[in-house]
């Protein structure tokens, strides 16, 4: 273990060395002068200081090429006054048709839509701003820019464009307020402007982009000069309340439920750099429910967070580790159970703290308190959970951080409630067996995870890398309590190769974080290549990788390996063709049909391979498709599947889709053969930029469910918006009811 340590620290070492030894590409500039004439956001880019700004332009392919000036030009103007910064574009359009937008739905698909894109970098640390984005029919979308070019756009606040079409392209005027960000007081912001010209099948930028790097890559800016330091952005406080409705039927418990609720976020900013968030009784009720899985895993798996409070700033608080060993996953805290089978847990309230202080120091604080929750399976008292980051920018790009996550057990309820029974031992007051050793059951009075990180990146984008170490502790005191990795890459435009390890110990125990597995030892690799080309095929290229698993005492348990062919059209298609060999050795019971029947036992071993093959259609035609077939082996048994995602729209107002799957499985005697559907038709109407209308099924024949949400929302104002949402689901293969909900709530964004 030593030894693993060890190479740990030469790896940084010589990396970091790496670092210090590279320089920055040159950077092109833009001079931006004050406006001293107020700006109408109407689109039109009538006003004298337009005529008098300096002209960006001289726009470079990032896609199909990234060797060739843009086929559709585009220029860009700055200025600003003491509240707002604006952004006048042009974007010439000589190819007959019209722009290719999919939704008048704020938020929208950026690879799917013409649009405009305004990327800012206000701390010039080449890593972290924000975008803001329209389309030519003046759809918004805005975006937290995270983790050098990652794109969180569940970030929501105010600004204001316009967009006016002219015969030959369109122009587009941008308000963003200065209090809607943060910012330091420096002589220059790093910014970045990308059109994706999505008719033209064409993806410019202001600052040049080799393949394969993203556009949105924070590596590949300009600097904005500003005539005198950007004025201090003011007091920005925003008061949000909701009031809600709910009349909710269980039909299987025989109960039902009328009630009301009243709450409210608040978003203050204490500096130019640092944010305040709070809530006090948050309610989720008009989140969209999570998309069903076909799950045939051995292991727990991971759903995606949808609620607006713990979306915003995820990147500091939900990245540490790997994805298979997070020691914070915010779906822990307010939520029980996933798909069919979620419940919420009510949330009392919470703060959250983040923001820069200085040039290189960036923190953030979380903290949420739930109330107490009894069900007739389980008890769980009030509950305090609280996650602390402090990072620090070194090297240029590269950031390393420290990482605190709690959860406390603040009630007695549960306690009191569980008694010592002569045969069963602690029972609850069900009369159910307790482990006492269960912390998920909230028995613990504590737990913690703390650790550090290091996350590599070059200023010449070449190399990235994640480096952890994780330890927990609870009243039990568990030996082995501890996680830690490695993961690097190097990428070039024609190879990305990658390799990592992780550890896991059987006694870590990261309570709010997201660990399907421990006591194990996993590594691997896998590269890439990548050879563009001229004529229909824009890239294609071959891949091949594995990994091996081992627990931690040595013993071999997994492996695979597989290698594919990727082949991209220059129409947006693409088609893939895979196999993948897979070696498992069971450490507990399975059931490979998750029905419930027989199961292998414990310690059997089984190797099968897998064919696969899947094709993209064009994604700018109005009816477009996404289809997947595999067939071979499957533990003992055999498995083929074919899943599909089909969408017809009716460009920008309607959409129509529909994604379907269905896995057979069989198996021999005794063991159960199985046929698994999954299937859900989906309509989504954009009646203008401030009404929507989403309504879908889904049939999951796995957890014998059908259910069906419906979404009506209403921008009445900038950030307000009235939700109406109505849930059912029913017990198949009877379509007996399960439940019913719906929910009224109005919500208004007050700036003070």
Request: hydrophobic share 35%; charged share 20%.
């Amino acid at each position: 273990m030593e030894i693993i340590k060890c190479l740990f620290l030469i790896i940084l070492l010589q990396i970091s060395y790496r670092v210090l030894s590279q320089n920055y590409q040159s950077v092109s500039s833009y001079s931006v002068i004050r406006s001293e004439e107020g700006i109408e956001v109407d689109g039109v880019l009538d006003e004298e200081v337009w005529s008098q700004a300096e002209k960006g332009g001289g726009f470079f392919q990032s896609y199909p090429s990234d060797n060739l000036p843009a086929i559709d030009s585009t220029q860009f103007m700055v200025t600003y006054d003491d509240q707002f910064i604006y952004v006048g574009i042009i974007c010439y359009d000589y190819l007959e048709g019209k722009p290719i937008t999919n939704t008048l739905r704020r938020d929208f698909v950026w690879p799917r839509n013409d649009n405009i894109s305004f990327y800012i970098d206000p701390y010039n640390d080449k890593s972290n701003g924000f975008t803001f984005q329209v389309t030519p029919d003046n759809v918004q979308r805005e975006g937290l820019v995270v983790l050098g070019g990652n794109v969180q756009d569940d970030w929501d606040n105010k600004w204001y464009s316009g967009v006016s079409k002219f015969e030959n392209g369109w122009t587009a005027e941008m308000a963003i307020p200065f209090k809607s960000i943060r910012y330091n007081s420096v002589p220059y912001w790093n910014i970045q402007l990308i059109r994706n010209n999505q008719k033209r099948n064409e993806r410019t930028t202001w600052i040049h982009v080799p393949q394969p790097f993203r556009a949105s890559d924070m590596t590949y800016t300009g600097q904005l000069a500003w005539d005198t330091p950007p004025p201090e952005a003011g007091q920005n406080l925003a008061f949000i309340p909701y009031i809600s409705g709910r009349r909710a039927r269980d039909f299987e418990e025989n109960e039902s439920e009328t009630n009301g609720d009243v709450g409210f976020d608040a978003k203050i900013g204490l500096s130019n750099s640092l944010n305040l968030d709070l809530t006090f009784n948050p309610d989720f009720s008009q989140v969209e429910v999570d998309q069903q899985v076909t799950n045939l895993q051995r292991f727990e798996i991971s759903f995606p967070e949808r609620r607006q409070f713990f979306l915003e700033n995820q990147d500091l608080f939900a990245q540490n580790g790997f994805p298979p060993s997070r020691p914070f996953f915010s779906r822990r805290i307010g939520i029980q159970g996933s798909g069919s089978t979620q419940r919420n847990v009510p949330i009392l309230g919470g703060a959250r703290l983040s923001g820069k202080i200085g040039q290189h120091w960036r923190i953030g604080a979380l903290n949420m308190v739930t109330g107490e929750d009894k069900t007739s399976e389980e008890i769980s008292p009030a509950q305090n959970y609280s996650v602390a980051v402090v990072e620090r920018q070194i090297f240029r790009r590269s950031r390393v951080s420290a990482v605190f996550v709690g959860r406390t057990n603040l009630g007695t309820a549960a306690l009191d409630s569980f008694r010592v029974d002569n045969v069963n031992g602690l029972i609850d007051e069900f009369g159910n067996a307790v482990n006492p050793a269960d912390t998920l059951r909230t028995l613990s009075r504590y737990n913690y995870v703390y650790g550090l990180d290091y996350n590599l990146a070059t200023v010449n984008n070449r190399w990235e890398g994640n480096f952890y170490y994780h330890r927990s502790t609870d009243p039990d005191k568990k030996e082995e309590a501890q996680s830690y990795g490695a993961f690097l890459r190097y990428q070039t435009t024609r190879i990305n190769a990658r390799a990592f390890f992780r550890n896991v110990g059987e006694g870590y125990n990261a309570e709010v974080g997201f660990v399907p597995r421990t006591d194990v030892m996993i590594g691997g690799g896998r590269i890439d290549l990548n050879y563009f080309t001229e004529g229909m095929v824009q890239r294609h290229g071959p891949s091949i990788g594995g990994n091996v698993l081992y627990d931690t005492d040595g013993n071999k348990l997994d492996d695979t390996i597989s290698a594919n062919y990727e082949v991209q059209f220059l129409n947006t298609s693409a088609f893939w063709v895979e196999v993948e060999n897979q070696t498992i050795k069971l450490t507990d019971p399975f059931d490979p049909s998750r029905t419930d029947g027989e199961e292998l036992p414990e310690g059997t071993s089984q190797n099968w391979t897998t064919i696969s093959l899947s094709y993209q259609s064009d994604n700018r035609k109005p009816f477009t498709y996404d289809l997947g077939v595999s067939r071979g082996g499957f533990y003992n048994g055999e498995r083929f599947n074919i899943e599909t995602n089909l969408i017809y729209r009716s460009q920008p107002i309607a959409q129509f889709g529909i994604n379907a799957e269905f896995n057979r499985i069989t198996l021999p005697n005794p063991y159960n053969d199985a046929d698994l559907f999954l299937i859900g038709p989906r309509l989504d109407l954009t009646l203008s930029n401030k009404v929507f209308w989403t309504t879908f099924i889904q049939y999951n024949t796995q957890d014998d469910n059908f259910g069906h949400n419906s979404r009506f929302q209403w921008r009445f104002k900038p950030v307000s918006d009235l939700f109406i949402v109505y849930t059912d689901n029913y017990l198949t293969p009877a379509f007996n009811t399960r439940n019913r909900a719906l929910v009224i709530k109005l919500s208004y964004w007050l700036n003070l």
